[in-house]
Every structure is written in C-alpha cells, then in structure tokens.
C-alpha cells in the first residue's frame, strides 16, 4: 500500500512538473549560498572603500549598481551584504528548528507534568506578537546581528515545539514504537531512530517556509538599528543608512531592496516546493477540480440542449 | 454552555498573564544595570560602587528576584507602570497617548486588506489554474517576498517623492495615513489572499457542492448562498489571528512615516535606553494580542452551529 500510494505521488510530481521546480529553485538558492560564502572574491571594488568622489554617483559602467553617500560601490556592498544576511537566517532556522523540536519531542513523548511545564512556557511566548517581542529583547540585548538572531529565535522556537510535539502524540501509540520499547531500545535510539525521521517532514517543511521570513526579520532589525550595525554592510543596515538619500539617489535603497527581494522570493518558492514534494496532505492545487470539471459538464450540457431546441 | 466555556477560557489566561508579566519583567532586569548607572548619572552621582550599592537598595535591586517582581506587579495593578527618563513622565500615559494612533492604523490597513484580498482570493478560487488565478497568485508571491521596509520606501519614493501626491511624514489628517496603511495592507494582503483562496476552494470540493450543481443549481448561486457563507467563519478567524504579525509589523512602519503610535515611541525609547517605555509596550502589546485571540475563539465557538451544539447535545 505504501509503494502503492508512493508511485501515484510520484506520478502527480512528475505531472506537476514540481522536480523540475525544484532543481531550479535548488540552483538559484544554492547561487545565493555561492554568493555569500565567496563573496569577498566576487566584488568588483572594496566594498568599505570611501571613494569621496563617487558620493551618490548613478549606476555606471563603473559601478554598475551606483555609490552610497560615502562614495562606497553598492554592488560590492550588496554581495558582501548576502553573506550576513545568509549565514544569520541559516543559524536562526537552524537553531529554532533544533530548539523547539527537541523540547516538542521530549514533550509529546514524556507526557505528564513535563508535557504541561513545557507547553505552558511555550504558550506564553506565544502569546507575544513576534516582531515586539523581538524589537524590545534585541533592543536590550544590543549585540550586532547576532543579538537580532537571539531575539528572533527566543520568540520562534515554541511554532516548532507545537508541531513536533503533535507529531510525536500522533505516532506515539503506533505498534512499531512499542515493539521497539519492549526490544530494549535505550531513549536516544528511540529518539532518532524511530521518532525523528517519522515527524521529520512537517518541521523541515515549517523551516524551509520560514528562512525568507526569518531574512526579512532580521533585516528588519537591522533597518531599526537592533541588528547589524553601519559600517557593516548588510542590507537591513545599507537601507537605513541611505534614507536621507531616498529622493536624490533612490538607487542607494533600491539595491538592498530588491537584493532582499529577491533572495526571499527565492527561498519562499523553494519553501514552496519542498512542500508540495514532502506534505501531499497540503497539496491543495487539486483541490476543487472537482466543481471546476462539474460545472463545465453543466453548462456544456445545457449549451447542447440549447442548441438542440 | 458557551459561557462555560468562555469562563474556561480566561481562567486560562491568567497564567499566561502571569508568564507574559514575569518574562517582560526578567528581561528588563536584565538590564537593570544600565539603569542603576543611568539614574546616578541623572541625579548627579559618582558612580562608585558604595553608591551604586546604595542606589540598588534604595531602588529594591537588592532584594530576591520572585519579590521584586511581585512588588513591581503590585505596582502595575495600581496604574503605575514606570517613569520615563526620556519623556519626564509616568509611561502609562505616554503610552495611553500613543495608542489610539497605532490601533487606528491598525484598523484602517485590515479594512484595506479585507476589501483587496477576500474578492481576489475568491476569484482565484473559482478561476482555478487559469489566468485569473495565476495573475493573483504572481502578485501574492510578490507581496509575500516584500519586506515592509522596502514597500514603505518605494511608496514613499513612489507617491510622496515623484508624484508629490501625498504627504511624506507625520500625521497631517487623512491622508497621512494612505501610505501607512498601504505599506501594511500589501503585505498582509499577499499572505490573507492565499488563505482566503485555500478556504474558498477546500469549501469547493465538498460533496454538497457536487450535490447541488448535479441538481442543477447555478454555480453562482451555490457560491454566493453556500460556499461563501459557509467559508465566512475561517476567513474572519484568519483574520484576527493575523492581527498579531500586524501589530509588530506597525512599529518598523510607524517610524518611517513617523506615526506617532506606539510603535515608533517603542523604537525611539529603544534607541535612548528608556526601559520602562519598552517595558509597557511589550506587556500591552502581549495583553491585547492575547485579547484579540481570546475574542476570536469566543466568537468563533458562538458562530459555529457544529462546536456550539457538541455541548449541549
């Protein structure tokens, strides 16, 4: 049954045309990745250097992306930018994503009081709308990026524990997990052999969703001042500091801009995908078929009878 | 029954209420260090450790964690939530002040947002995987990849700058409030669009659907009398719950249009190190978030016939 129903997902992928979506998604994200690990070798002028000259210059052949009101070449500051940007939301998704699952894990599998302590410590971070709770601890932590990164992960951690805990309560009972508690299975075997890769998909799906939010976030604090700090080039940062230029030199916030723009699309269509392939009980393009198909019978039947008489 | 059950529910709250108070507590100590040093400088002091030592005792830092807190949540039921150093007043008021503006605002960019995405998300249902569909979706994709940031500037440079349609900052009336607004309701917009579609087709699929169109029933009927009425309730509670993203996404707004709501007085006290303004922000903001979901839920098990009878039957 399971190769049964595997096959006709394969075939519906295939249809769909959704691995080809993937690879290429895959590439352009693994471009971006590129990018920020070999940055400092890709750009075309020293990304800090103040060429007073240059300030505010329009995109040219020279630089292609115009200067800041430093005189600093943008597109080098764009691509140094990526690495920050990247490495940060990396870190974060990482991070929450270990976070809450093992404290979803030994939640739903633990029960009793440490199920109740748990979640009632996550519901009260819950209760938090996300980015106020961020604003105010980055505000007070003020550390750089990575105080934004401690901000945004302190509040996003219990959305993980939630789901990885009713993973855990819907597989718990299963036959395989008793035969394998009554074979003698110590509590770390049972842990990734037998829990994990069963309620693997639902999270990693939550966390490829999350990474162009969590890249906005960040840059976002940034923007406020709360994350990366100027001189530092990050894009979050570069925007803000170019706010008093926004009439007379509109490429200096267009750059970053589109540069996250880009990137959060690219990652939010993968997300995308990575869903369709791992969560088919999400799949909901299909859905509806049915009225669509139905009302095109009706109406082609009464156009016939129309005709007809 | 549904008030025992609303009963049930804000006897939950409370200790929530408690976590949320405690926790924003625990942070503000933790930078309670910085005030101590903050306030001798104020008054005048020499920063020597006998005096911060003085300092600490005068101000309760010196005594247990668990009674300081509940001291200061003894503080807070009287009304008296802190002094801002920036501002030379009490922050309850200050707060007070500024909050009308941000819920202002909040309301205004959820009304344009009900009013973009609830028809788009419905005619990208019923126009499933054909142009229509696809256009909508293109540009929700787009909007969800927007940071509201950069679509507050590009409006800004857009309309404000090239145009010179509309004011760039501060509150001048009405139309002060446009770009604000609009900043916030695109990309609320993009997301609530793709949750009124998923809705509306899901309701589509149902059998009684089927039912209905093979009795002959016009497919615009069905839509407007069945589908959308019974689709109403999921719309209106994705709705509330996206309040949240929309009340923390106000604050980086705020201060680019320098709205004087709550948000920018947060992100101006962050900058100047006024704790107790960040202090009553987070807690506030928390208490009507919980709010807005305690409402959303009671209405939700009011309106809904098949939870509402479960009890009684």
Request: some cysteine; charged content about 15%; glycine content about 8%.
């Amino acid at each position: 049954m399971r190769d049964g129903s595997l096959t006709v997902q394969n075939k519906r992928l295939k249809q769909d045309h959704t691995m080809l979506r993937l690879a290429i998604l895959l590439l352009l994200a693994l471009g971006i990745v590129f990018v920020a690990v070999f940055g400092q070798w890709l750009t075309p002028h020293d990304p800090y250097e103040q060429e007073l000259k240059q300030t505010l210059a329009a995109p040219s052949g020279e630089h292609l992306l115009g200067c800041d009101r430093f005189g600093r070449d943008l597109l080098s500051r764009v691509i140094t930018g990526t690495q920050t940007t990247i490495f940060s939301a990396f870190v974060l998704v990482a991070g929450i994503c270990v976070l809450g699952t093992l404290v979803g894990v030994i939640a739903g599998y633990a029960g009793g009081w440490l199920d109740t302590v748990l979640m009632r410590l996550s519901d009260i971070f819950l209760a938090f709308p996300e980015m106020v709770f961020a604003i105010s601890v980055a505000g007070i932590i003020r550390g750089g990026i990575w105080a934004a990164v401690i901000a945004v992960g302190l509040i996003a951690w219990p959305r993980y524990a939630r789901i990885a805990r009713s993973q855990v309560l819907a597989i718990k009972n299963n036959a395989y997990i008793s035969a394998a508690k009554l074979s003698g299975c110590r509590w770390y075997q049972m842990g990734y052999r037998h829990i994990l890769p069963n309620i693997l998909g639902p999270i990693v799906v939550t966390a490829a969703l999350d990474i162009g939010a969590m890249i906005m976030n960040l840059a976002g604090l940034s923007f406020l001042g709360l994350g990366a700090k100027p001189p530092i080039a990050e894009w979050g940062s570069m925007m803000s500091e170019s706010r008093s230029s926004l009439q007379t030199a509109p490429w200096t916030i267009l750059a970053p801009g589109f540069a996250v723009f880009i990137t959060v699309l690219i990652f939010n269509l993968l997300g995308d995908t990575i869903r369709d392939i791992l969560d088919p009980k999400q799949q909901r393009r299909r859905i509806g078929d049915g009225f669509v198909k139905i009302q095109k019978l009706v109406s082609d039947k009464q156009q016939k009878r129309r005709t007809e008489s | 029954m549904i008030w025992r059950y609303a009963v049930k529910r804000v006897l939950q709250l409370i200790p929530i209420l408690f976590g949320i108070t405690l926790l924003s507590y625990a942070l503000m100590q933790s930078a309670s260090a910085d005030t101590v040093d903050m306030m001798m400088q104020k008054r005048g002091m020499l920063i020597t450790p006998e005096n911060q030592a003085v300092m600490r005792h005068e101000m309760g830092l010196d005594q247990p964690f668990i009674l300081q807190y509940f001291q200061w949540l003894g503080k807070i039921f009287t009304g008296d939530m802190g002094y801002s150093y920036l501002k030379n007043m009490d922050v309850f008021p200050l707060f007070m002040k500024a909050l009308p503006s941000t819920l202002l605002l909040t309301l205004s960019s959820m009304v344009v947002t009900v009013c973009i995405s609830v028809p788009l998300g419905i005619l990208s249902a019923v126009r499933q995987n054909k142009i229509t569909d696809y256009v909508i979706r293109f540009f929700s994709f787009i909007g969800n990849a927007l940071p509201g940031f950069f679509v507050a500037l590009l409006l800004l440079l857009v309309f404000a700058l090239w145009l010179g349609w509309l004011p760039v900052t501060g509150n001048h009336g009405f139309v002060s409030i446009l770009l604000p607004t609009f900043t916030l309701a695109i990309a609320m917009s993009a997301k609530y669009t793709r949750q009124v579609r998923a809705t509306v087709l899901e309701e589509l699929n149902k059998d009684y659907v089927m039912g209905c169109l093979a009795r002959g029933v016009k497919g615009r009927t069905i839509l407007l009398a069945n589908v959308l009425k019974n689709s109403m309730l999921t719309i209106v509670t994705l709705l509330a719950l996206s309040i949240g993203s929309l009340l923390g996404g106000t604050a980086i707004v705020e201060s680019i249009f320098m709205w004087p709501g709550v948000g920018s007085l947060a992100v101006d006290a962050i900058g100047n190190r006024d704790y107790a303004i960040i202090q009553v922000y987070v807690i506030w903001m928390a208490v009507i978030y919980v709010g807005i979901n305690l409402i959303t839920d009671l209405i939700y098990h009011f309106l809904d016939p098949r939870i509402r009878m479960q009890g009684e039957g």
